[in-house]
């Protein structure tokens, strides 16, 4: 069985303020894919990175992180210098050939940046 | 903007009454999904059509009835609701049919069964 746990529930923090969003995933299989969502008050999911099992290099958009690290099963989100805008529900998700299309959503993080 | 159009936005209905949600993309995706999403809890896969053909149902009931109609749109004909079914109705796509393609998520649509 798969699981993806966002132990933080809801995250507030102050415009500048860098944040870390965790993501502890759980499988079996070798081959798996990672991804991390947006969901914002309109209501749509927006694809923000996919990482595949194989590769555990760190990677970096504008202000966008994420650290990957096999040995701890982690997969977390950082945002450097958080704006209002940024405000949003975030799901880390895990994807497998044992899950056929099914993604496995942790319970998301509620992420408020205050001005 | 999202390249997932749905429609409708928001809507209400009776226990006894017979409504569609429409769903339609552009992209040339080859797979189509529809997700339910209760207040404060992640999404819920309901169906799935790769190459127009349903391919999963994750045993939903018989009161949602999905249609892909083409490789462009997708629809979600709704029949004698219960008001527990109201919640939100995201349509994704994806570009390929394997585990690994990210998926493309619609606005969604405010489904109040009352």
């Known amino acids: 069985a798969q699981k993806v746990t966002q132990a933080q529930t809801e995250i507030s923090v102050v415009e500048k303020e860098d944040v870390t969003l965790d993501c502890v995933y759980e499988?079996?299989?070798?081959?798996?894919?990672l991804f991390w969502y947006k969901q914002p008050p309109s209501g749509e999911l927006v694809f923000l990175i996919r990482?595949?099992?194989?590769?555990?290099q760190n990677e970096i958009s504008g202000r966008y992180s994420w650290n990957f690290q096999k040995s701890t099963s982690s997969f977390n989100f950082t945002i450097t210098a958080s704006q209002v805008v940024d405000s949003a529900v975030y799901f880390c998700a895990l994807t497998s050939g044992g899950s056929n299309y099914k993604l496995t959503f942790g319970k998301g993080t509620l992420l408020t940046v205050n001005p | 903007d999202t390249e997932v159009t749905q429609t409708p936005k928001h809507l209400v209905m009776g226990m006894t009454n017979k409504k569609s949600l429409k769903c339609e993309q552009h992209m040339g995706h080859r797979a189509m999904y529809w997700y339910k999403q209760k207040a404060k809890k992640p999404p819920e896969l309901m169906f799935v059509y790769s190459y127009e053909k349903l391919s999963i149902n994750e045993s939903v009931p018989s009161r949602f009835s999905p249609e892909c109609p083409n490789s462009s749109l997708l629809n979600l004909h709704l029949h004698a609701l219960q008001p527990e079914d109201s919640a939100l109705y995201l349509c994704a796509s994806s570009l390929g049919t394997g585990y690994n393609s990210p998926l493309h998520f619609g606005n969604g649509t405010r489904l109040t069964v009352t």
């Open positions: 499988t079996r299989d070798t081959t798996y894919y």
């Open positions: 990482r595949n099992s194989f590769d555990e």
